[in-house]
């Protein structure tokens, strides 16, 4: 078989296999990347396995059984490989996949709420199924990261 192979990049893997600060469910929206960011730079977590999927933690606790056996899969197999030190699970304000901020008539204390109550339900399975691993849950909204306790 001939192929032509032509180089788009000088930079490449690094040589060094890593073991991860934290894995990270997060929602494919780019309008978070730049809060990812920040956040990631004040908890000082260099090293992550990210996994983005439309809704974040609402796909673990959402009703989509297929979609939560596919991510678990994903999770319990980046654990093994890349052993993170804790799962961090994150939904956000808007968000498309959960039918952004009119599915809650632009309520923010029933968005907030639904929010919270996925993200315990996702950490609660988390802890349940990976038990050595602390679990962290944020909401992100226009004003940045707040944990959910």
Request: with cysteine.
């Amino acid at each position: 078989m001939n192929m032509n192979w032509q180089k788009a990049t000088n930079k490449g893997l690094e040589h060094a296999h890593y073991e991860a600060d934290a894995l990270i469910l997060y929602c494919v929206d780019n309008r978070g990347k730049k809060a990812l960011e920040e956040f990631l730079f004040k908890k000082s977590i260099r090293s992550y396995d990210l996994i983005m999927v439309p809704g974040g933690a609402k796909a673990i606790a959402g009703q989509n059984e297929a979609e939560r056996i596919m991510l678990l899969s994903y999770i319990k197999k980046l654990l093994e490989l890349h052993k993170a030190k804790k799962i961090i699970l994150t939904t956000h304000i808007d968000c498309g996949a959960c039918g952004g901020s009119a599915a809650f008539d632009n309520d923010k204390k029933t968005e907030h709420s639904a929010h919270e109550q996925w993200l315990l339900s996702a950490k609660s399975l988390l802890v349940k199924l990976f038990t050595n691993i602390p679990v962290e849950t944020y909401f992100v909204d226009f004003e940045g990261f707040w944990q959910i306790t």
